[in-house]
Structure formats: C-alpha cells, structure tokens
C-alpha cells in the first residue's frame, strides 16, 4: 500500500496500482509549545491550516513550500525545500519526531535518537518507509505576515547566478527565469529576495494588526484552454512582458503572494488544456551549474515547446534522509504542456542532469530513467537496505518506486 496527502506532487508518487491510504482524515492539530515552538499535529494537516492557526500567533513554518496546499506528511515524505534552502535546510531539519505504521501492526516513534536509520529513510522517502501518522517541527518566530521584497534584475545567467552567490545573507531568495530568450539576453531573470517584515517596516496603518493577512479572492480557470494558447509566440511575448514589468527595487509585500502566487488561481493546471502537462526539476552541482543550465536553456529555447513557469533556487547543505533530494547547487523547476516533443526534451533534460552530476526531483517527476535518478542518489543502497531491514520493500510501494525500481 500507500499513503497519500493532498496530490499536489506532480507524476506517480502518491498512486498505487493496489491500495492508497487517504491520510487527509488525520487532520488534528495535537499540541503547541509556545516557548519551544514546537508543532505536534497530524499528517493530513495541511500547511494551509497550520498557517491559518499559526500565524495570527506569530508563528510560520520553518520551510514552505511553493503551495500552502500540501499535507505535512507529504512534506515529510519529499522532505520539501523553500526558497530558504541555502540558509535553513529542507523541511525535515526542522522535524524532530514522526509516529510512522509500518505495515507490521507496529506503530514506531522515530527521530534522530530512535530508529535514527528508519528517520531519516523518512524523511524524503516518498512514502515508501510507511505511513507517516503524527509528528513535530519547530516553528519559526515572525513579527508580521509581511516580507520585505527587493527585486533584482539579472540580464543574463551569469548575472542571476552571482546575484544568487552575493544574496546568501537574505533568508529567501528566488528567481523567475526566461527560458525561451536567446542570444545575449539568454536566461535573463528577475530575482525576488526576501525577509520577513519587523512591525516597525510596516506601514503606520498595518502596525496594530500586523499579523493580519488581507483575505485573497480565489479565482478559478472554468475550462481547458486549447493548445494554442501556450504557443512558443504567445510564452515568449508573455516572458518579455514579465521580465519588462519586474521593477528592481524594495517593496513590501503579504505573505500570500509571496511565498504562494499560484494558490489564487483555482485549478491553474487547466492553463495546459486536456492533454495536462509535467514538470521537470533537477539539482546541478555548484561548479557544474552555469555549464548545466546554460545547455538546459538552450535545448529548450531550440526545441521546446514553452515553459512560463521557470523557477531557479539555490540549494545549500545536502539534506541528511538518502533519498532526499536537495544538495547544494542550483535547482531549476520546468512546467512543460505535456506533447510528444515535450517528452523527448524532459529525456534529454533527464540527460544533461546526469551528464552534470545532478539528480532529478522524485516529487515533480513523471518520466525519468530508472538510471538517471540511480546516478543522481549515491544513498539510494542505504534507502533499500533499510527498508529491507525492517521489511517494507514487501508492504509499500508506488506507481513510482516501480517504475524507478527505488
Ligand atoms: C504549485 C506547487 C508548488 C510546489 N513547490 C514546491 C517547492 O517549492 N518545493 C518543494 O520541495 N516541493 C514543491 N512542490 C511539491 C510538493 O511540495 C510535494 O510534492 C509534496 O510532497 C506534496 O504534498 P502532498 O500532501 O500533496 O503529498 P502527495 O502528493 O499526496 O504525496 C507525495 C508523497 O508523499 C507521500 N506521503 C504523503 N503523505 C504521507 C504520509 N502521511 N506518510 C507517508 N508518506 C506520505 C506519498 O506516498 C508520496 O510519495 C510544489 C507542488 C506544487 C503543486
């Protein structure tokens, strides 16, 4: 079997063939320790809930990811990273224990003291260890639901990546990139920095409430928009527009839109039509990383069919689970309509990423090679040794873990 959260990673990790367990029941915010800030809740919370009751307390999440529509199981299981990776680590750095079923009518609590090698097979396991049942993470203190925002504008790869390597102090940093610009302006990017706002940056006017966050009409995309919409012309208009509009400079802006821009727009993934689309996301080296991207954008300015939303991070510290994906480097995040010619790109991405020692993310992946994603995770012999260890090689799986053979 198989615990599932919310569905929000991208291909086969949350699908069985056999049997899902829908955890979305075990929605229980348990306990909170005010001092320590320490979270106990349930797996099937979501980060959206657990912001909804945190917040207003002065407290956020130590990591989020680019949604708020996640449970904190499945956040766990692909042990997610923010735009705060380089300085804070992945989510589970930040977790201190998991009540995890094993499939053996043993319910273990696991942390860093116990069952330490079950913990952290955990922690980026994509569920493949057991169901994840309650757990705890420390919180992080805020002042207010605001961040300070400054905005760069990097005209070229070369200038984001510096700009990235001189942001190290700022706790966010994440860029916007064009992937479909060529010649001199190829992989131009609009940097957005981050830190959360003090009460006294804010506004005279939001001083006596500045915990609270302005309510966000939620907007919905009716139909499936046809094919031609995201044309090469329409995306590559699209992307001269946005990078044109990115004013560099500070400006404050609400928590919501910051850390989660797609969230108002109620099924987004309709933009891509009938026919769907998938994601691409890869991790590349720090010293492979300019050679990397800069072969990645150029196959996919010659040959994709186009990608609006193009998100770069920069990686820190390698994360301890050995299956979890970030180490330190540049991940690069791809929305691809999903066509034949599509396809054919994401296996020569898949080869570029091997070709520069990278690793593919397992969360957004749908069509890897099994020897690809090996290559990319030198631990995944520890992984299946644990799960041989305790027996849950033979009680769980995924559409997945089949197909890559984890
Ligand atoms: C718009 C968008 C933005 C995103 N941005 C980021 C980002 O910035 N960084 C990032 O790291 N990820 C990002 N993601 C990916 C997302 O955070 C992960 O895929 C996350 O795991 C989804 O959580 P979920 O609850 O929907 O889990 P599901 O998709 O349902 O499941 C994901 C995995 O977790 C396992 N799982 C779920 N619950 C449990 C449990 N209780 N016990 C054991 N295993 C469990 C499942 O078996 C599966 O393998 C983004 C996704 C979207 C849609």
Redesign the pocket.
């Known amino acids: 079997m198989?615990?599932?959260?919310?569905?929000?990673?991208y291909g086969d990790?949350?699908l069985n063939a056999r049997q899902v367990l829908d955890?979305r029941g075990l929605d229980r915010l348990v306990d909170f320790d005010a001092i320590g800030g320490v979270l106990v809740c349930e797996?099937?919370v979501l980060l959206a809930e657990v912001i909804d009751v945190m917040l207003p307390r002065g407290w956020f999440p130590p990591v989020t990811?680019?949604?708020r529509f996640?449970?904190i199981?499945?956040?766990i299981?692909?042990d997610?990273?923010?735009k705060n990776h380089h300085g804070a680590g992945s989510f589970c750095e930040h977790l201190l224990w998991i009540d995890l079923a094993t499939g053996d009518g043993e319910v273990r609590r696991c942390s860093r003291d116990n069952h330490a090698d079950l913990f952290a097979a955990t922690c980026g396991g994509?569920?493949l260890t057991?169901?994840?049942l309650t757990c705890a993470f420390r919180m992080l203190r805020v002042e207010t639901g605001m961040v300070r925002q400054r905005t760069v504008r990097a005209p070229t790869l070369a200038h984001a990546l510096a700009t990235f390597e001189e942001a190290m102090d700022w706790t966010y940093s994440v860029a916007w990139i064009d992937c479909l610009a060529g010649g001199r302006s190829a992989g131009r990017s609009a940097i957005m920095l981050g830190e959360h706002a003090r009460v006294d940056e804010l506004p005279s006017g939001r001083r006596a409430t500045p915990l609270a966050r302005p309510v966000r009409r939620i907007k919905s995309i009716p139909v499936d928009l046809p094919g031609f919409v995201l044309s090469r012309a329409s995306v590559s208009l699209f992307n001269r527009v946005y990078y044109a509009a990115q004013r560099a400079g500070d400006a404050l802006v609400n928590i919501d839109p910051y850390f989660y821009p797609?969230d108002t727009l109620a099924d987004w993934n309709r933009i891509y039509g009938r026919r769907g689309f998938t994601q691409f996301q890869c991790v590349l080296p720090l010293d492979a990383s300019q050679a990397g991207l800069g072969t990645m954008l150029r196959l996919i300015r010659d040959k994709g069919q186009a990608s609006f939303l193009a998100v770069l991070k920069r990686l820190g510290q390698e994360s301890f689970g050995p299956l979890s994906f970030p180490r330190p480097g540049y991940t690069l995040a791809l929305d691809f309509p999903a066509t034949p010619a599509n396809l054919a790109l994401m296996a020569e991405l898949d080869a570029v990423t091997a070709a520069h020692g990278g690793r593919i993310y397992l969360?957004?992946d749908a069509c890897a090679q099994a020897s690809t994603v090996a290559a990319g995770y030198p631990r995944l012999d520890a992984f299946r040794a644990v799960r041989q260890q305790y027996g849950l090689d033979t009680r769980f799986s995924?559409l997945l873990s089949d197909r890559l053979n984890l």
């Open positions: 198989l615990a599932r959260g919310n569905g929000r990673s990790a949350s955890t797996a099937g990811p680019g949604t996640v449970t199981g499945g956040m299981a692909s997610v990273h923010g994509m569920g057991g169901a994840i797609l969360a957004k995924s």
